[in-house]
């Protein structure tokens, strides 16, 4: 058994299937499977199961994986240890963050991190998707109910959704006081699956839940932020998106004796188990956390 094969075998479950990993090696699809076919051979045992969409580690492939991909880590740990003596932190780090929180709230913290960190290349993706980590993503940050039990989750705290508007609206046309008089009111708020949204709060240890069909919705936090401001209608939005046009006065909030809940009310920073960490990476992690727990609490 040779490194080269091994190695092979690792981005072989890395990526689920045999399409892929030949994408990623830049090798055909035949010759990814004959190197797999010859391993087993020297192996010995079957390694992987094949469906017709992935490829799934035997007992005794996941054992030859973990090891593989321990040896692959260490690899590329003496590697940059070697080019990185006598420098400063160097590397490259893929970052992907929610639309609305990465520009209102993470924009500063990274911005400062490059500050500090000159020699690091910051690859930042704003997008909300909540699929896995991809190759060019080594963190990302979500807002969801539980993280994926295939990736590592740290915890950067609760996220709090408010029901506000703005003050000339609320003159105009008054706030809601019960969570069914929504139905009635315009709603603005991120994406929905269909017309509706499925809006749950809960009053004590009271649960009550209401289906909602939004007037404004989108993606991206700031617009959403200027419709409220412009009176269109009631906001159902975290609170990081408004909190400053709170506290000036130009808008109100409504149903405060509410915990709403829509998307998930917990921010996660999540990274791959078993991906080498780039001392780039690491301390990237870090700082985040650290700038995390310095916000102040719900």
């Known amino acids: 058994m040779d490194l080269h094969s091994l190695t092979l075998f690792v981005e072989i479950v890395d990526c689920g299937n045999l399409s892929q990993a030949a994408r990623k090696l830049k090798m055909t699809r035949a010759n990814v499977s004959y190197h797999l076919a010859q391993l087993e051979k020297s192996v010995g045992a079957q390694l992987v199961r094949r469906t017709t969409r992935r490829v799934e580690p035997t007992e005794v492939g996941m054992r030859l994986y973990e090891h593989g991909r321990n040896i692959q880590n260490e690899v590329l740990a003496a590697r940059e ?16 963050v929610p639309s609305g929180y990465g520009q209102m709230v993470m924009s500063d913290w990274l911005i400062e991190f490059k500050r500090l960190y000159p020699g690091i290349v910051l690859d930042v993706l704003f997008e909300n998707r909540a699929d896995n980590l991809r190759d060019e993503v080594d963190i ?3 807002v969801i109910q539980e ?10 705290g609760n996220v709090r959704y408010l029901a506000c508007a703005s003050r000339a609206f609320a ?14 009111a315009p709603v603005i708020t991120a994406g929905v699956v269909g017309r509706q949204l499925r809006l749950a709060a809960y009053q004590g240890n009271e649960r009550q839940e209401v289906m909602l069909e939004p007037t404004l919705i989108s993606e991206h936090f700031p617009f959403l932020r200027e419709g409220i401001l412009a009176g269109l209608g009631i906001g159902l939005v975290p609170d990081y998106v408004v909190q400053d046009k709170i506290a000036t006065g130009e808008m109100v909030t409504a149903l405060e ?5 829509i998307f998930g009310t917990h921010m996660y920073l999540l990274y791959m188990p078993n991906r080498h960490q780039t001392r780039a990476v690491r301390t990237c992690i870090d700082f985040l956390l650290d700038k995390a727990r310095g916000q102040p609490a719900d």
């Open 147 to 156: 993280p994926p039990l295939s990736l590592i989750a740290r915890s950067l």
């Open 171 to 184: 003159e105009q046309h008054g706030l809601p006081r019960t969570l069914f008089e929504l139905r009635s």
């Open 81 to 96: 240890t070697i080019t990185s003596l006598g420098q400063g932190l160097q590397g490259r780090v893929g970052i992907s």
């Open 140 to 142: 990302a940050i979500r």
């Open 257 to 261: 004796e509410y915990r709403l809940s």
